[in-house]
């Protein structure tokens, strides 16, 4: 994933007495959680509870055309199909 597009999704948000704080979109945590545990030979259970995490709270609220279009483009769109299996998320049917 380019950085150039994690940087076109990071959220700035402005903290009081400390300034703006940059973080990364719920979207680019979940495709880079998916790449370390593809590059930990699918074995990490810490990533893949995070991603499951992630995927549950963020479910109304994610975009899954960009996840689908980045995931597919990343060679990780199995395991993202997967990571909504587990989390029990059918994103042709969440209420977005």
Do not use: H
């Given at each position: 994933?380019?950085?150039?597009i994690?940087?076109?999704?990071?959220?700035?948000?402005?903290?009081?007495?400390l300034?703006?704080a940059?973080?990364?979109?719920?979207?680019?945590?979940?495709?880079?959680?998916?790449?370390?545990?593809?590059?930990?030979?699918?074995?990490?259970?810490?990533?893949?509870?995070?991603?499951?995490?992630?995927?549950?709270?963020?479910?109304?609220?994610?975009?899954?055309?960009y996840?689908?279009?980045?995931?597919?483009?990343l060679?990780?769109?199995?395991?993202?199909v997967?990571?909504?299996?587990?989390?029990?998320?059918?994103?042709?049917?969440?209420d977005?």
């Amino acid at each position: 994933m380019s950085d150039a597009i994690m940087v076109a999704q990071t959220i700035a948000q402005t903290l009081e007495k400390l300034g703006t704080a940059y973080f990364c979109s719920a979207e680019d945590v979940v495709l880079q959680k998916l790449l370390w545990f593809r590059k930990g030979s699918g074995v990490s259970e810490r990533q893949w509870n995070d991603l499951l995490g992630v995927l549950k709270v963020q479910a109304n609220a994610l975009d899954y055309d960009y996840l689908n279009q980045w995931a597919t483009e990343l060679g990780i769109a199995d395991l993202l199909v997967r990571a909504f299996d587990d989390a029990g998320i059918s994103p042709s049917t969440t209420d977005l």
